[in-house]
């Protein structure tokens, strides 16, 4: 069965540093991959999303990740992050015929501090 | 407007009572989907279906059941709600194959 491990719950980094929040995947197949992000009281939304071709993955408000096979992860990145970025994410993989159904990671809460 | 919006935004009540969550998008996509979220849980798959005629189980659906009323509408009912069905729950849409999920802003549901 497919699975989702963020192993960070929480992480705490100072605005204008580099971000890396880590995603491991398990799946039998090809794995369609997204990063979503929840800020407090709103529903999720996509970040970027890894279905096959490149690697490394470019997404919205500066953030990227790189597809890596041979570890299976997925682990997102920003170079320098924004207080706007406090937020929980969640990585999650595609399944199903289709891909129709995602598993998601348990996520992990970013703070920013100034 | 939101292109998928869940009603009502917050709910409080008591055990053993009826709750309908409703759900509606404006996409044009088949594919509708609910979840439940706890903290340090994530998102859970309670059900989804991928046209009005086609409603499935997903990881967590004892509890729970589903209307398909049509292709813009789903909604979720607790028959009889139970204290730990207290979470946030979100409607979410696909379109196309491998196309992401999009989530409304989620219903609070508190039982007490």
């Known amino acids: 069965a497919q699975s989702v491990t963020q192993p960070d719950i929480h992480i705490t980094v100072s605005e204008g540093a580099s971000l890396e929040l880590r995603c491991n995947y398990s799946y039998g197949a090809t794995p369609y991959l997204f990063w979503y992000v929840q800020s407090p009281g709103q529903g999720l939304q996509l970040l970027l999303k890894?279905?096959?071709?490149?690697?490394l993955v470019q997404g919205i408000k500066g953030f990227e990740a790189e597809f890596k096979r041979s570890q299976s992860s997925f682990n997102l990145r920003k170079p320098s992050v924004h207080w706007s970025d406090a937020a929980e994410y969640f990585c999650?993989?595609?399944?199903?015929?289709?891909?129709?159904?995602?598993?998601f990671g348990k996520g992990t809460k970013l703070s920013v501090i100034p | 407007d939101a292109d998928v919006t869940q009603t009502p935004r917050n709910r409080i009540t008591k055990t053993g009572k009826r709750i309908m969550l409703e759900c509606s998008q404006t996409?044009?996509?088949?594919?509708m989907y609910w979840y439940r979220q706890d903290p340090g849980l994530g998102l859970r798959l309670i059900y989804y279906?991928?046209?009005?005629?086609?409603?499935n189980k997903g990881e967590i659906s004892d509890g729970y059941s589903v209307s398909r009323q049509a292709q813009a509408k789903f909604s979720l009912s607790l028959e009889s709600a139970i204290p730990n069905q207290t979470a946030l729950y979100f409607c979410?849409?696909?379109?196309?194959?491998?196309?992401?999920?999009?989530f409304g802003d989620g219903t609070r549901l508190s039982i007490l």
């Open positions: 279906s991928f046209d009005v005629k086609d409603i």
């Open positions: 890894y279905f096959s071709g490149d690697t």
């Open positions: 996409k044009g996509h088949d594919r």
């Open positions: 979410a849409t696909s379109g196309r194959q491998n196309q992401p999920q999009h």
């Open positions: 999650a993989v595609g399944h199903g015929a289709g891909s129709y159904q995602l598993t």
